[in-house]
Structures are given as structure tokens and as C-alpha cells.
């Protein structure tokens, strides 16, 4: 069993629709992260937050939407996704510092039509 | 540019042989690695990590080697196991500001 769970475990959803993955750790993390995953690839990070404060952005479009409302939830706002966004979303934690394992959720699969 | 590398998409294994992941980098600034395990439809698992300091670390059926001058690390999994089968992704990073890297990953098939 994950200690990270993320919901939904699939989702679809068309180019004008918003939707929202979330994302909750009980461990105590101080840090969460989202990332994205296509076939084949290593994932990619795309948000940090740190004590519930966005502390990296790697240059993500705006219609990908991080919010953090307390040190155990993470939820990522989707609103007008591309095809090309269709991808594996991961959801990690860890204790604070990046020399610490991250510990990963299931995933969504997130596919767009 | 790559900065984290598993240049072996896949390896096979007999079961109760040993398997040998390997992964170079390339940013000196990189202090600490791991490896992570994924099998499909679930997240990456965290098997060990190594930090700089150290060349070697175990951890059961598991250990990691690190070559600094050389900007290698691997995995080694002795005795294989068919459970053993999954992807496996070395990853590295910084105790600074600098988030985790991650490689391409490779395949490793155990054959019972």
C-alpha cells in the first residue's frame, strides 16, 4: 500500500473541461511534489512546494494550477489541457531537502480528448 | 542534455543471478542518488539511496556502488527474484536547491 494517495486513479476529460487531481501524505512530509510521466520517459518534475509554499515552478503552463491547503494535501487544477497533456500525473513527498527519497503516489492517468 | 543516464533500455536475468543496473551522470554538483523501482500502474518505489560520501551501500538483496571519479553508480540485486521484474530509474540530486534527476529507465526481466 501507497503512503501517498492520489485520486482520481484515471480521469478524462475534453479540452475545455476543469478538473482537479489530488493528492494526500500522513508522513509528516514538509515537502510535496507533482510530476509528470509520458510512456517510456523518467518523470519530470513539475512543481515544489515547501512547507505549503510553491518553492519551484519548472516553467509549467498556467493551465496546470498547484495549491497546497495544508502540509497534508496537494491538489494540481486542471482548466483548457492540450492532448499532448495526456500523461501519468504523479504525486511525491518527502522530509525537507532534496538529499531525502521522495515517496510516490499510484498516479493519475489523465487522458484528453 | 541528459544529465542522468541508463544507457540499457532492458536486461533479462536468470533467477538467483545477480542483476546489474548501471547509470552515469554528468553534473559534478550531484551529492546524493537513489534508485526507485516501478512495476505499471503504480507509482515509483524507493529501493536505496548512496550518498557522495560514501562508495557503497547495502541494503539487503540490494546495494549500491558509486564511482565519483568515474560519474557512475549501479545497482546490484543478488539473488534475482521473478518479483524482481520491473522498471528501475536511478535518480540524483543536491542537498542545495537542486531536485531530484531522474534517468530513462531500464527494464530488468527476471526469468524463472
Known amino acids: 500500500d501507497t503512503e501517498v494517495t492520489q485520486t482520481p486513479k484515471h480521469l478524462v476529460m475534453g479540452m475545455t473541461n476543469k478538473k482537479s487531481l489530488k493528492c494526500e501524505q500522513h508522513?509528516?512530509?514538509?515537502?510535496m511534489y507533482w510530476y509528470k510521466q509520458k510512456a517510456k520517459k523518467p518523470p519530470e518534475l513539475m512543481f515544489v512546494?515547501?512547507?505549503?509554499?510553491?518553492?519551484i515552478n519548472e516553467s509549467v503552463p498556467s493551465r496546470f494550477s498547484p495549491e497546497c491547503p495544508n502540509s497534508s494535501l496537494l491538489n494540481l487544477h486542471l482548466h483548457a489541457l492540450q492532448p499532448e497533456d495526456s500523461a501519468l500525473y504523479l504525486c511525491?513527498?518527502?522530509?525537507?531537502?532534496?538529499?531525502?527519497?521522495?515517496?510516490f503516489g499510484d498516479g493519475t492517468r489523465l487522458s484528453i480528448l | 542534455d541528459q544529465q542522468v543516464k541508463q544507457n540499457s533500455p532492458s536486461l533479462s536475468v536468470q533467477e538467483g543471478r545477480i542483476s546489474i543496473l548501471n547509470c552515469d551522470y554528468t553534473?559534478?554538483?550531484?551529492?546524493?542518488f537513489l534508485w526507485y523501482k516501478k512495476y505499471p500502474a503504480e507509482g515509483p518505489t524507493f529501493l536505496i539511496s548512496i550518498s557522495s560520501i560514501k562508495d557503497k551501500n547495502e541494503d539487503g538483496r540490494f546495494t549500491v556502488f558509486l564511482n565519483k571519479s568515474a560519474k557512475h553508480l549501479s545497482l546490484h540485486i543478488v539473488p534475482s527474484q521473478p518479483g524482481d521484474s520491473a522498471v528501475y530509474f536511478c535518480?540524483?540530486?543536491?542537498?542545495?536547491?537542486?531536485?531530484?534527476?531522474f534517468g530513462k529507465g531500464t527494464r530488468l526481466s527476471v526469468i524463472a
Open positions: 512546494y515547501s512547507y505549503e509554499k510553491l518553492s
Open positions: 553534473n559534478s554538483m550531484f551529492d546524493y
Open positions: 511525491a513527498s518527502s522530509q525537507e531537502g532534496f538529499n531525502q527519497p521522495q515517496h
Open positions: 535518480a540524483a540530486g543536491n542537498s542545495g536547491n537542486t531536485p531530484l534527476v
Open positions: 508522513m509528516g512530509h514538509r515537502a
